[in-house]
């Protein structure tokens, strides 16, 4: 600085000021320095002329807005900085909008340099901006006022024409003249200037645009988006409304984002004001743009530092060059007790003990601090209750402009955690070493690093023999692998992990361990070792497996007895109850048996109950429990059949008919060739919340001997209606398969219509023509199909028919498509594209005609093969439909990752429109869904005129219902369509 500059300081604290003239002074500011601290004062200070004002926020007697507006009042560009000890971060925000440069604290005054340096170049550019601002408009005033003279002089005198002439061009010389001397200006300025028409298309562009945005004029010119283009999509709003009223916009500054041609986010300060012409008309606006990138930057690592101090979980202390306490931050306050407010000033000796001891201490740290800037070490330090905290400390000298030593800082451990770790530390080791457990230690990779002496006895190894060994040596082979895959799938998680191991000692001797293996974490939550405690469990396991086997096992067969059965139908119950689902009891007793072991003797009748229950483990599922009640009576659970009752039954039906045909093959007990029959009774449950195991076993024990009372090898379930249903669902589905070969299922066809009424599409269903029944509904049979692969035989046949009616020569030239269901069964089956290749290729069918309908359930399931399916086919020109849409339960984010065309709205949905007001709500909002997938919707069920008249009121909809037409044979449907459209 050529000149000192000329400071005005608000500062009620003679040593707060003192403090401010003394620092900067020592960072070389040459500046006169005026100390004002009541409104008189600044009365009389501010008509002379001044570079800067530093102003503390409190000063008792003076509101600070008010002083801030009497400031710029007299002096609009005079940069104003706020030095206040007390003003928190959200006030200083909301005060920066209002006007001051900047703030700080004083505890901070390190940064202050820097922010008067910034503050007066950006006040030296506002003038030199303003002045620039004020050249140009004086010249083109002067230009214009004689430009006029030079009017009226030609019109008075026509002999003085060409004097006017002369005076006119004179005129429009000094207006380019000073266009020139301006454009020279704007040419050559770092910030972006422009000039826009009230079109709001650019008039003049600087050529800092294009170090700024990355694009020349031309393209700002040519383009009057291309401001709005290259902002932020969040900012363009805010500069749109900008512009809008920009005809009463001030010189303040307005901040918005844009992309660099780097792709960082960078910040730009836009000014803009309006342009009038001598008769006070808008003729556009002027304004400039420049890069604050670098500023937001600083801001931001300021706050940065600023927050990282404050929230830092380690104690920190900041001291000026003569160890005066400028900061701690709430960390430091609640180890020692000690406020900023309290310690902000003070000399550090106010923490350290006042004894020859830390007097040597002291100089051994001032000594290492000269030395290598640094010092690290344990010392106690004194807290405001006047009690000793043992602390490690760390403390290194802060260095500011051209390595300058302008500090310290200081950071502390508590180490009364510490130490208290270690004595409860030396405790465990004593007890760890003493434990009857064996023990040991490893480290990540399960090398032993330590075990104890119950290991080393237990195992006969030797410590030589097993420090750097890993665990395997151990290993007796009989761990099933999935425990060490568990065990490592624990550890790595971080997990605590117990189970059991089959391991081997030295001597080859066996034995069981039950095991805890747990990780042994450092203070910052870092994985190191992994800590085994086992306990040897061999003679325990004996004891119980042999308990176990009297209590719950038959002698003879091996089978669980009956308490063990009860408490499996116990935990069944339970899980039943839980997840809604039905399971089943069968009684079970074998026919003549008394007849045949008084034949045999008890030694062929023990023989025959073998061979019995291995049949009979061998006809059931994986999890199903086979089990020996008493004599000849056995009890089969059969768990988790159905959620539906009727299905439940139908399954257990099954598996009765598979016993009954299993043990109809002859059974081989020594030279006799036995055949054998059984009665079973099935009871299903839970029938009510009171169920019991025992209620449950008597149930199926009734229906059991109702099944005798029919002869031999008869099934009967408890309840006589539900026998005959689940007979009934049994013999359709044996009848059903017959069905598909006699060449009994038929297609029927229901239309499609747009708004107008025209025919567009049709959906295929299915129609079983029964020999006997007469025309069976698919609501008799589908369902049970759905259970067995019979749905995929249908689905088959369906299509095949379809694509058939398809390649009809008076079918291809129609423009409509035919919808086929496709069963989640179906769709899931390896070779499904190769299903539907095959139908294609072989009736020659336009896939393009086809859709193929699926459910929402469909996508619960292994969602990228489905994707992948459905993309494959979809490639091919075939469409996909959402059927009953808002009944499932997959979400939109599954559904927009699939190649949907169309949605098809449930019937439930559409029986009560107009009717249900939250039914028209939600048809209203799949109408919205469908619109923002790009999608076309089918409701499924329109049945009267004002249903179809509310979907046409609100979309373009297709309509499948009785109002328009009910399913009829293909051949019909297909007639009216040829008809209609020939």
């Not at 988006?225 to 290259?230: H, Q």
């Not at 510490?418 to 270690?422: D, I, S, T």
């Not at 009956?562 to 139908?569: P, T």
């Not at 369902?783 to 067995?788: Q, R």
């Given at each position: 600085?050529?000149?000192?500059l ?17 620092f ?14 009541s ?7 501010l008509p ?5 004002v ?28 706020i ?31 820097a922010?008067i ?6 006040a ?15 010249s ?6 004689e430009?006029r ?15 006017a ?5 004179k ?9 020139s001397k301006?454009?020279?200006?704007s ?7 422009f000039w ?9 562009v ?10 020349a ?6 383009d009057p ?6 902002l ?5 709003e805010?500069?749109r409304q ?6 009463h916009?001030d010189?303040?500054?307005l901040?918005f984002?844009?992309?660099g ?14 342009m009038y ?13 420049r ?12 706050d ?11 104690p ?16 430091f306050?609640?180890?020692?007790g000690?406020?900023?407010?309290d ?6 000796s ?10 040597s201490e002291?100089d051994?740290?001032?000594?290492h601090?000269?030395?290598s800037?640094?010092w690290?070490?344990e ?6 209750d006047?009690?000793?905290i ?7 000298s802060?260095?500011?402009?051209g390595?300058?030593?302008t500090g310290y800082v200081a950071s ?5 955690p ?5 004595s409860?530390l ?10 009857p ?10 090398n ?14 030797g ?5 750097g060994?890993?665990p ?5 082979g ?7 895959e ?6 790595l ?5 117990q189970?059991?191991?089959?391991n081997?000692?030295?001597?080859g ?11 042994i974490?450092?203070?910052d939550?870092r994985?190191t070792h ?20 009297l ?6 067969t091996g089978l ?13 119950l ?29 030694t ?5 109950l073998?061979?019995?229950s291995?049949r ?8 199903d ?16 059949l159905?959620?539906?009752?009727h299905?439940?039954?139908?399954l ?6 598979k ?5 109809q ?16 009774g ?11 195991p025992?209620d ?7 229906a ?15 309840e ?11 013999d ?11 060449d ?7 239309p499609?219509?747009d ?20 025309l ?6 589908i ?6 692969n019979l749905?995929v035989e ?9 694509c058939?009616?398809?390649a ?13 269901n496709?069963?989640?069964?179906h ?11 095959r139908?294609?290729a ?7 005609h ?10 619960i ?16 020109g075939?469409?996909f439909?959402m059927d ?8 939109l ?14 019937k439930?949905?559409?029986q ?11 048809v209203?909002?799949i109408?919205?869904?469908?619109r ?24 373009q ?8 037409g009910?399913p ?13 459209n020939?």
């Open positions: 600085m050529n000149s000192p000329k400071i005005l300081v608000i500062e009620d604290s003679v040593s707060d000021y003192l403090l401010l003239e003394r900067l002074r020592q960072q070389d500011f040459a500046a006169d320095f005026t100390r004002v601290y409104k008189t004062d600044l009365d009389a200070a002379e002329k001044w570079d800067i530093l102003s503390d926020y409190s000063v008792p007697g003076m509101d600070f807005h008010t002083t801030l507006q009497q400031i710029h009042a007299q002096w609009p560009d005079l940069p104003v900085i030095v206040s000890g007390s003003l928190t971060e959200e006030m200083a925000a909301d005060l920066l909008r209002q006007g001051p440069t900047d703030f700080l604290l004083k505890g901070h005054l390190a940064r202050l340099p922010a340096r910034h503050a007066l170049e950006e030296n550019e506002r003038t030199a901006r303003r002045a620039a601002e004020a050249a140009l408009w004086r083109q005033e002067s230009a214009l006022e430009q003279k030079a009017r009226l002089a030609s019109l008075n005198l026509m002999e003085d024409a060409i004097a002439r002369e005076q006119a061009e005129a429009n010389a000094a207006l380019l003249e000073s266009e301006y454009r020279l200006v040419d050559n300025a770092s910030d972006f200037i826009l028409g009230t079109d709001e298309r650019f008039i003049y600087s050529p800092a645009c294009e170090q700024i945005f990355g694009h004029p031309e393209a700002f010119l040519s988006e291309m401001m709005i283009k290259l932020h999509p969040d900012d363009r805010a500069y900008h512009l809008a009223d920009s005809t916009a010189n303040a500054d901040e984002r844009f992309l041609t780097d792709g960082e986010l960078r910040w730009l300060s836009h000014k803009c004001q309006p012409d001598e008769s006070g008309k808008h003729i556009g606006r002027w304004g400039s743009n890069d604050i990138t670098v500023r937001k930057q600083a801001e931001a690592q300021r940065l530092f600023s927050d990282a101090l404050r929230q830092s979980a380690h920190l202390l900041l001291a000026d060059a003569e160890f005066h306490i400028t900061y701690v931050n709430p960390a306050s609640n180890l020692f000690y406020p900023l407010a310690v902000a000033g003070r000399h550090v106010l923490i350290v003990p006042a004894t020859g001891k830390y007097t002291r051994e740290i001032i000594v601090l000269r030395k800037g640094n690290s070490g010392v106690d330090r004194l807290a405001s006047g009690s000793l043992p602390t490690v400390a760390t403390i290194a802060i260095q500011g402009e390595g300058k030593h502390y451990l508590d180490l009364r510490l130490r208290e770790k270690e409860t030396r405790k465990l080791s004593l007890a760890v070493e003493q434990s457990e064996n023990i040991y230690i490893t480290d990540l990779n399960g032993i690093e330590y075990v104890n002496e119950s290991f080393v006895r237990k195992t006969g190894y410590l030589n023999e097993i420090i060994r890993n395997r040596i151990l290993h007796s009989k761990t099933p692998r999935s425990t060490y568990d065990l490592w799938k624990n550890l998680a971080g997990n605590t992990w189970g059991e191991f089959y081997k000692s030295k001597d001797s066996e034995y069981i361990e039950h095991a805890i293996i747990s990780p974490r450092q203070p939550g994985i992994y800590v085994s405690v086992q306990e040897d469990i061999t003679e325990k396991k004996r004891a119980e497996a042999e308990i176990n086997r209590a719950f096992y038959d002698t003879l669980p007895n009956r308490s063990l059965l009860l408490e499996r139908m116990a935990q069944t339970a899980m039943t109850r839980r997840f809604s689902h039905h399971s089943a009891m069968i009684s079970f007793n074998i026919d003549r048996f008394k007849t045949i072991n008084d034949a045999g003797g008890q062929l009748g023990d023989a025959l073998k061979a019995v291995e009979l483990i061998a006809s059931l599922r994986e999890g429990v086979v089990a020996r009640i008493s004599g000849d009576e056995f009890g089969i659970l059969l768990t988790d159905s959620p539906q009752h299905t439940a039954a139908h257990a039906l099954h598996i009765s008919e016993i009954h045909s299993g043990l093959e002859p059974l081989q007990i020594g030279a006799e060739h036995l055949s054998l029959t059984a009665c079973l099935i009871a299903l449950f839970p029938e009510n919340d009171e169920d019991q025992l449950i076993l008597r149930r199926a024990n009734t059991l001997h109702h099944a005798k009372t029919r002869g031999r090898g008869q099934t009967a379930f408890f006589g209606a539900l026998d005959e249903i689940a007979k009934q669902r049994f359709i589905e044996r009848e059903l398969h017959q069905a598909i070969l006699a009994e299922l038929r297609v029927f066809l229901q499609q219509v708004a107008a009424g025209s025919i567009v599409g049709a959906e295929a269903l299915v129609r079983w023509q029964h020999p006997q029944r007469g069976v509904p698919p609501g008799a049979f369902p049970i199909a759905e259970e067995s749905i249908i689905g088959n046949w369906v299509f095949a028919k379809v058939s009616l398809l009809r020569e008076d079918m291809v030239a129609l423009p409509i498509r035919i919808a086929v496709i069963s989640p069964r769709f899931r089956q390896p070779d499904f594209i190769d299903q539907i290749k139908g294609l072989g009736t020659g069918a336009d896939p393009t086809l859709t193929l309908e699926v459910t929402e359930g469909l996508v399931d292994n969602i990228n093969d489905v994707i992948a399916k459905m993309t494959e086919l979809s490639e091919m075939i469409h439909s009953d849409f808002g009944t499932g339960y997959s979400s984010s599954y559904l927009k990752r699939l190649p949907i065309h169309e949605l098809k709205i449930d439930s949905f559409i009560d429109l107009t009717i249900d007001p939250e039914d028209d709500a939600l209203e909002t109408l919205a869904v469908a923002l997938m790009h999608v076309r919707v089918v409701a499924e069920g329109v049945e009267t005129a004002e249903q179809a008249a509310f979907l046409n009121l609100r979309g909809v297709i309509h499948q219902g009785y109002l328009f009910k009829e044979l293909a051949e019909t449907v297909i007639a009216k369509i040829t008809g209609r020939s």
